[in-house]
């Protein structure tokens, strides 16, 4: 299968297979995000040489506030990333008490820093603070998140700009596995501005039929049994279990939460679920390791669009 994003440098068929493997105990094949963004990151670096080698080496500021734990954890995730790729990274650190009008001037100066190239702030950010009025005050050459209104717009329309991280990785996934989304059946289960919106709206791009559906959705079940693809990005451990899913279908699990004994887990029913689907992927090991990937993809690809 052909493909090709607006403004990205696809990957092609050679870089991207083979990620998915098959557990002898399972019906599935698992999508290993794990082995796709190593591959995907090696391509990453051979770009930030070319960069650097021109004098641009892409930069990131990450701007944490306060010290949420699961904060800190993906922060300093994304951080050591960029160090593996080469990307230059800035982190500022803040207490949960700045002012929204502190950061907003933080964020000003970042926006006219020549080096660099994307800016992301860490969400949530503390009550008193209006997530969206921050979000809108990145540059949009800037916003690698892809949360600005403005990458929000060229998604919606099929125009030039970044896509929103996480959904990204996710079509990145099914890419790996060669899968033809024309035609196709896809549920989405979650409506967030963070996944489930733009997961739709890049599915929609690559001529799936798209379902998306939400905490009111009355008969969740009845439409996944007619998916040819489910996307479960709700925040709801278990909320899509065997009997929901039809024989052959695949299945990217998008959450993160913890089982009763405090282990790691997503929204599907993963033993069940991989019973009858025929791609599924793994938490952890799935989606998470592709959504910084993706992040690191836009900061290359935003430094590439001042040459």
Same mark, same amino acid.
């Given at each position: 299968?052909?493909?090709?994003?607006?403004?990205?440098?696809?990957?092609?068929?050679?870089?991207?297979?083979?990620?998915?493997?098959?557990?002898?105990?399972?019906?599935?094949?698992?999508?290993?995000?794990?082995?796709?963004?190593?591959?995907?990151?090696?391509?990453?670096?051979?770009?930030?040489?070319?960069?650097?080698?021109?004098?641009?080496?892409?930069?990131?500021?990450?701007?944490?506030?306060?010290?949420?734990?699961?904060?800190?954890?993906?922060?300093?995730?994304?951080?050591?990333?960029?160090?593996?790729?080469?990307?230059?990274?800035?982190?500022?650190?803040?207490?949960?008490?700045?002012?929204?009008?502190?950061?907003?001037?933080?964020?000003?100066?970042?926006?006219?820093?020549?080096?660099?190239?994307?800016?992301?702030?860490?969400?949530? +950010?503390?009550?008193?603070? $209006?997530?969206?009025? /921050?979000? #809108?005050?990145? %540059?949009?050459?800037?916003? &690698?998140? *892809?949360?600005?209104?403005?990458?929000?717009?060229?998604?919606?329309?099929?125009?030039?700009?970044?896509?929103?991280?996480?959904?990204?990785?996710?079509?990145?996934?099914?890419?790996?596995?060669?899968?033809?989304?024309?035609?196709?059946?896809?549920?989405?289960?979650?409506?967030?501005?963070?996944?489930?919106?733009?997961?739709?709206?890049?599915?929609?791009?690559?001529?799936?039929?798209?379902?998306?559906?939400?905490?009111?959705?009355?008969?969740?079940?009845?439409?996944?049994?007619?998916?040819?693809?489910?996307?479960?990005?709700?925040?709801?451990?278990?909320?899509?279990?065997?009997?929901?899913?039809?024989?052959?279908?695949?299945?990217?699990?998008?959450?993160?939460?913890?089982?009763?004994?405090?282990? +790691?887990?997503?929204?599907? $029913?993963?033993?069940? /679920?991989? #019973?009858?689907? %025929?791609?599924?992927?793994? &938490?952890? *090991?799935?989606?998470?390791?592709?959504?910084?990937?993706?992040?690191?993809?836009?900061?290359?690809?935003?430094?590439?669009?001042?040459?």
């Amino acid at each position: 299968m052909k493909t090709q994003q607006l403004g990205a440098h696809p990957a092609t068929a050679s870089d991207l297979l083979p990620f998915a493997t098959r557990d002898l105990t399972m019906t599935s094949q698992l999508i290993n995000g794990v082995e796709l963004s190593k591959t995907l990151r090696q391509t990453l670096q051979a770009r930030i040489q070319s960069l650097t080698e021109r004098g641009q080496t892409p930069g990131l500021a990450v701007i944490l506030l306060g010290d949420h734990p699961a904060s800190q954890v993906y922060v300093r995730n994304k951080v050591a990333a960029c160090e593996q790729v080469g990307i230059h990274s800035l982190l500022e650190k803040y207490p949960d008490t700045l002012s929204e009008t502190e950061l907003l001037l933080n964020i000003k100066a970042l926006n006219e820093d020549p080096k660099i190239h994307g800016i992301l702030v860490q969400l949530p +950010l503390p009550a008193h603070i $209006d997530a969206q009025r /921050v979000i #809108e005050a990145i %540059s949009p050459s800037k916003d &690698v998140d *892809g949360f600005h209104i403005s990458s929000a717009g060229a998604l919606m329309t099929g125009t030039k700009g970044f896509w929103p991280c996480t959904p990204y990785g996710c079509m990145k996934m099914l890419e790996s596995i060669h899968y033809d989304l024309k035609g196709k059946h896809a549920v989405v289960i979650g409506r967030s501005n963070i996944v489930g919106k733009p997961m739709a709206m890049m599915l929609l791009q690559k001529n799936a039929t798209v379902t998306i559906c939400h905490s009111h959705t009355k008969n969740l079940a009845d439409l996944t049994r007619q998916a040819d693809l489910i996307v479960a990005a709700v925040g709801i451990r278990n909320v899509l279990t065997k009997d929901m899913v039809k024989p052959g279908a695949v299945v990217l699990d998008v959450g993160m939460n913890r089982d009763e004994l405090g282990k +790691l887990c997503g929204d599907v $029913d993963f033993a069940g /679920v991989s #019973e009858v689907s %025929s791609y599924i992927t793994p &938490v952890p *090991g799935g989606v998470g390791p592709m959504t910084i990937t993706m992040l690191l993809h836009n900061t290359v690809l935003a430094a590439e669009q001042l040459n």
